[in-house]
């Protein structure tokens, strides 16, 4: 492709492919809708995208300054009660992946479920709208002590919590088990060991 306006020439990479043909790349060209990276050498022209184009939402950033170095030991530990991981992901940060990646009705797998956080993820995300469900896989001793002993707890609610959402499940059902709907007590009864096969089970 060359820059009508430098007569910059930029060499098609075959492994990226086009993303339109020679009619809709002239229309592209003719609408100045193509982006030139300063140097041919080192960048690929792009098509310009406007935020009235997108869907739902903006091109989201990958680079989250905020959450740097966050880690989520603090919150298992929380959750657990003593110190079990030194450098579980944070929950706001798996909650921001979910939140981008996955549709509110998705199933997400994680094969290497650890301490659990990205289940505990989607189960904050549901709370404001949504049914993701989740499969988290760990190979190791913990996956029933601690993996799917997390999030048991989170489902149950964890009454000392200093976190606030993590304490209102008891709070709101006023500590009767009973009140929970019924959802939740599938998915407790599941995470006990019974019966997988519906919203969510670790192993
Ligand atoms: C970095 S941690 C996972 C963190 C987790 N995904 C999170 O978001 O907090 C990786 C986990 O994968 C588990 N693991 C590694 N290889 C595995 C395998 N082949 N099968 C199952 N679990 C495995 C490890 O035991 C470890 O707990």
Redesign the pocket.
């Known amino acids: 492709m060359v820059n009508p306006d430098t007569g910059d020439v930029y060499e098609h990479d075959p492994a990226r492919g086009w993303i339109t043909d020679k009619p809709g790349y002239k229309e592209l060209l003719a609408d100045k809708r193509i982006r030139w990276p300063e140097n041919p050498r080192t960048g690929n022209p792009r098509k310009k995208r406007f935020l009235s184009e997108t869907k739902e939402r903006m091109p989201f950033s990958r680079f989250w300054s905020d959450l740097k170095g966050q880690s989520?030991a603090d919150e298992v530990d929380e959750i657990m009660g003593r110190r079990v991981f030194a450098f579980?992901?944070s929950l706001e940060f798996?909650t921001r992946v979910l939140d981008y990646l996955c549709d509110e009705d998705a199933i997400v797998l994680?094969?290497?479920?650890?301490?659990?956080?990205?289940a505990h993820?989607a189960i904050a995300l549901n709370k404001s709208g949504g049914k993701r469900r989740f499969i988290?896989?760990?190979?190791?001793e913990?996956?029933d002590s601690l993996?799917a002993e997390r999030l048991r707890r989170v489902i149950k609610g964890v009454p000392k919590a200093k976190d606030e959402a993590l304490q209102r499940r008891r709070v709101a059902s006023g500590g009767n088990d009973q009140a929970r709907p019924a959802r939740d007590q599938q998915v407790v009864h599941e995470l006990a060991g019974h019966d997988a096969g519906g919203d969510g089970a670790a192993e």
């Open positions: 989520g579980p992901k798996m994680d094969a290497f479920g650890g301490t659990g956080t990205t993820a988290l896989i760990e190979g190791e913990f996956a993996t």
